[in-house]
């Protein structure tokens, strides 16, 4: 992960648990994250997230609570929690899972390799890249 520090930066001093807080659904009784918070935090229309969800569009605002798509934000927050915990960074983590390339998966960026249901290998990744930072 790359650890240049990014200009505007609206998580800035954001720790991943004021972060993961700011996601649940104010509208719900239920203990869920909100699939449009999700999407504003990185910057994703609902419509891209509903086909990295692999739901339909409709289905993210009439049926948010639905396990299809908790199912999803659950993974996407694993690795970007598994990625904060490297970097010391919600916003450089978040950056990092939209848009880099990892050599490893065919170039193929963490948000593509959650979308295709391989967030194990990914969290397997990240913690070698931990292990190797450590030893």
Do not use: C
Request: hydrophobic share 40%; aromatic share 8%; charged share 25%.
């Amino acid at each position: 992960m790359n650890t240049e520090s990014v200009t505007a930066r609206p998580n800035a001093g954001l720790g991943f648990d004021q972060f993961m807080a700011s996601l649940r659904d104010p509208d719900s009784l239920a203990p869920i994250v909100s699939a449009r918070r999700f999407g504003e935090a990185l910057h994703i229309d609902l419509q891209t997230l509903a086909q990295q969800a692999h739901v339909h569009r409709n289905t993210l605002s009439r049926q948010p609570a639905s396990e299809s798509v908790q199912r999803f934000l659950r993974e996407a927050l694993r690795v970007i929690r598994a990625a904060t915990d490297i970097s010391g960074d919600v916003n450089q983590a978040l950056f990092w899972y939209r848009n880099e390339p990892l050599p490893v998966f065919d170039y193929k960026t963490a948000e593509q390799l959650v979308s295709d249901g391989r967030t194990d290998d990914l969290l397997r990744y990240i913690s070698s890249l931990e292990a190797g930072a450590a030893g």
